[in-house]
């Protein structure tokens, strides 16, 4: 496939602000759906295109047996292709085979669990699990968060673009207060070494840099976890310091599990955020107090929480309990 089409396909995701992320996914699945049906130039591409975008779907579904959300991104990504990109949008309905979507019960830790994970955790990676727990935080709004989103007086976190390109504001556990204050001592200390050695800038959202050309250097704009190495921002070129990668993340918690013996439950970074909902729900917060805090645009999402607080399924004692 010609390397002009992804750069095009890079030019108007980021004209658009998309994220890194979603822009190397749209990216992925575009090469992966060419190479699928052997394109080899942009006219095949535009050539009877619902039924190559039908055809690749239904592919997904029924020979990769990828989730509904997987197939959903790839849809997004071949629509954003075709209208954004070559404009020449999709005229037909999409009639491919569908991926079943599952409902999943969340996966949740006790109290007890919580803190002997947490405990297992040490550095930076602790401080970070106690905030995804403590403020039901998703791990990439966490590692995302500023130096000025954290309000100690008003013991609150501000979450900036969250999903859905949502803000919103939750709770910041007074707990973490001393030990938050500790950790932005030290990382404005990097910073400060940054700026000496002509670096320290941060990278902002959308067209803040040009309406605030000093801002990029500013203190309350860098990152409340920035990675330990400076790096070449890919759409930009400059070098900057980022903020933490959440693999290395991830795998202090996979260790901590195996450690604290519950490797019987399949628990991440997201488990974290639904003990949050879940252990608020059962001190008896309202469920729109928690639909808020978690950022959720339907109240229906928040309730799949409320199965925590029902003893048996459904809230029904099992008959042979009637026994004993």
Same mark, same amino acid.
């Given at each position: ?92 309905? *999409? ?14 830790? $006790? ?59 939750? $709770? ?20 400060? =070494? ?14 803040? =840099? ?41 795998? =202090? ?6 450690? =604290? ?16 909902? $879940? ?6 917060? !309202? ?10 645009? !339907? ?8 199965? *925590? ?16």
């Amino acid at each position: 496939m010609s390397k002009r089409l992804l750069d095009e396909m890079r030019d108007v995701l980021r004209r658009r602000h998309y994220s890194i992320h979603t822009e190397r996914s749209y990216c992925e699945w575009v090469v992966r759906y060419v190479s699928y049906h052997r394109m080899r130039s942009r006219d095949e591409l535009l050539l009877d295109p619902e039924s190559k975008v039908s055809g690749y779907l239904t592919y997904l579904a029924v020979k990769c047996d990828v989730a509904g959300s997987t197939q959903n991104q790839a849809l997004n990504a071949l629509v954003f292709l075709y209208k954004q990109v070559l404009s020449f949008p999709l005229k037909e309905a *999409i009639n491919a085979e569908r991926a079943s979507k599952k409902a999943k019960i969340p996966v949740v830790m $006790t109290r007890e669990e919580v803190g002997r994970v947490i405990n297992l955790i040490t550095g930076n990676h602790r401080l970070i699990c106690q905030l995804l727990y403590g403020s039901g935080l998703r791990i990439s709004e966490c590692l995302r968060l500023r130096v000025k989103d954290v309000d100690f007086s008003m013991a609150t976190v501000i979450v900036r673009d969250g999903k859905g390109e949502k803000d919103r504001v939750t $709770t910041f556990p007074r707990l973490l207060e001393s030990p938050v204050r500790r950790h932005l001592k030290h990382v404005e200390a990097i910073h400060q =070494a940054d700026l000496d050695q002509g670096y320290g800038e941060v990278y902002l959202p959308h067209a803040l =840099a040009k309406k605030y050309p000093n801002a990029a250097r500013d203190w309350c704009w860098q990152y409340v976890f920035p990675s330990q190495n400076l790096s070449v921002d890919p759409r930009g070129g400059k070098t900057r310091r980022h903020h933490l990668d959440p693999s290395p993340v991830n795998k =202090a918690i996979k260790d901590a599990v195996r450690q =604290a013996g519950i490797g019987d439950k399949r628990i991440s970074s997201h488990t974290f955020r639904h003990s949050f909902a $879940t252990h608020l729900l059962q001190r008896g917060t !309202d469920i729109r107090t928690i639909q808020a805090l978690l950022g959720h645009s !339907d109240v229906k999402t928040t309730m799949i929480y409320t199965h *925590i607080l029902q003893q048996g399924g459904q809230g029904v004692p099992s008959p042979l309990d009637d026994l004993i």
